[in-house]
């Protein structure tokens, strides 16, 4: 057969193929990525955000708290403001937005196959979010925060915080993926509220009394924000001297981001199973 | 015989209690453009979302380029291109990332993408807006660029649905190029949704008319308007009657006579000879005329005559104004007045 047109470089035909896996998540993930910096609004307030109440709350908690060894308030802080720019960040409403307008529908009928659809997204995510948890770090060195595991320790952390804000995009995309709706996608944002502050946000676990030292027992994010601290003042927060690498509260901190990611992911896969089966 | 690009048999779907399609059967030709027509909500969509793997059959089978569309679908979607009925586009990408990616998406390599990307571009000229972002396309672009994106890994098989609905006359007609020369240099099977009678007139090798998830009719253009007569008048007029009705299908010559709301067709082998009979006869029926048109069939009159209401009322740009001017058709014939103000509009029809 010839070629559609009659230039020398027009006789290619080419033939379709699958691409294979790593490439269709390569291709997802590319896209995704390069929208990015083209949505600035929705990546600005993640970043700006979590700087604001860092700085707040240093500022107006710093006082009532005193340093002890690598502890401060400040050290005892900048976990949670990274996990607050980690946490939420996701392309879920980018999805909605897909399937809303049909581009969706021509991405399912290529031959991609239908998990890189997600992994490609969640792997934008993860790049985002390290990206988002490294300005944070530098405020917090900035401050004069130090950490006790040293770069290793802040490259740690930044990885961690990282992995915590991948798994946690389960629940925008499992809801993405089930309701098609740009308004459910956003009302996920306030699952983030229980999760960060119904934990050792602002005082360490011993000093959480009633009922929010029991919740803050059961939640992932005080094991998080343990593993965290433990790589900056030592130990788990707690005022006093701490061997540098605490292996039990860094194996708690990825046990909590493993079983959330465990719920959280296979919800979302459960949720692109139904969307991407034939209806 | 070659195996058909497209069979369809008794293929249907269902969505609660309704049948968005009711069991069709089709055999599409390599190479062959056809037309599926009809109005809105008649099918259609639901067809092609079944053809392309994005809908299942609720009953019956569709093979597209041999493979069945239910138990093969990841082979079907190698074969085929698909531009549907909204071009679906992502606005924050260039026109060159989307098709980049369709094609990697495609399998490409890199040299392949980008002879390709320069093949579908000449072929739909978008010009130098293909690097910037599709949010700044007009609606004519966004249609190229998805047909560009449906060509990228060379199909053989393309599904347009409705791919000019909305669109301007021109744009349209630059469509229309692109679906004729893709078909004819390149011999790719096209199956086209439309509500355009035009649209299938133009570039169907065949059509297919669809009514309530059912194919009322198929074949070429030519057939289907034969099956109507060689003319047709219309009388549009203040009130039908059944006494109108009546005094025109007594008018010697008229084959028959199809109601709709205020407008009636008489269909008839030598329309000029009957024009004035039929005038008469108006007239003697007390009839009022708006307008009285002589002209060829179109293959609205075929759907008309098949279904008793009209294909589109309107919908597209360059719709028939058959009330008035009655001069839509390929051929837009004489009128005389009927009574009424129909010297003004015998005169509109004549211009």
Known sequence: MVGMLSTPTTSLRVQARPAGFFVDVASVARRAIRQIPREPEAVIPALIVPIFFYVLNIGALSKITHDVGHFSFKSFELPVAVVFAVTGVSRASALVTDIQNGYFDRLMITPVRRLPLLLGLMT??????????????????????????????????VILSGIWGLVFTGLPYAIALKTGNPGAVNASFILFFPIT???????????????????????????ILQGLRSLIVGGGGVPGPEPAWNAAYLGQAILAIAAFGAISLSLALLALRGRVRRP | MTEPAIATKDIARQFGDFWAVAGVDLEIAPGEIYGFLGPNGAGKSTLVRMLCTLLRPSRGRGLVAGYDVAHEPERVRLQIGVALQDAALDDRQ?????????????????????????????????????????KTYSGGMKRRLDLAAALIHDPDI??????????????RAAVWEEVRSLNEQHGTTIFLTTQYLEEADELADRVGIISRGRLVAEGTPDELKRTVGT?????????????????LRAVPGVDKVVASHDEVTVHADNGATVMSPVAIALHTAGTTVVSLTLRTPTLDDVFLQLTGSHLQDGASPDAPERTSHGAHGEDPGAGIGGGGSSTTAAEEARA
């Open chain 1, 124 to 157: 934008a995510d993860l790049t985002l979010v390290m990206a988002l948890a490294v300005p944070v770090v530098l405020v917090g060195l900035a401050f004069g925060v130090r950490f006790h595991g040293g770069l290793l320790g802040i490259i740690v952390f």
């Open chain 1, 197 to 223: 502050f119904l934990s050792t946000t602002f005082v360490a676990k011993p000093y959480l009394q009633g009922w929010l030292g029991a919740v803050a027992t059961y939640n992932p994010m005080t094991y």
């Open chain 2, 94 to 134: 260039t026109g060159r990332e989307l098709l980049d990616l369709q094609g990697r998406l495609y399998g490409l390599r890199r040299e392949e993408r980008s002879v390709r990307v320069a093949q579908v571009l000449r072929l739909v000229d978008i010009g130098t807006a293909i690097d910037r972002q599709i």
């Open chain 2, 158 to 171: 393309l599904f347009l649905d409705e791919p000019t609905t909305g669109l301007d006359p021109e744009s």
């Open chain 2, 231 to 247: 003319d047709v008048i219309v009388a549009r007029v203040e009130s039908l009657s059944d006494a109108t009705l009546q005094a």
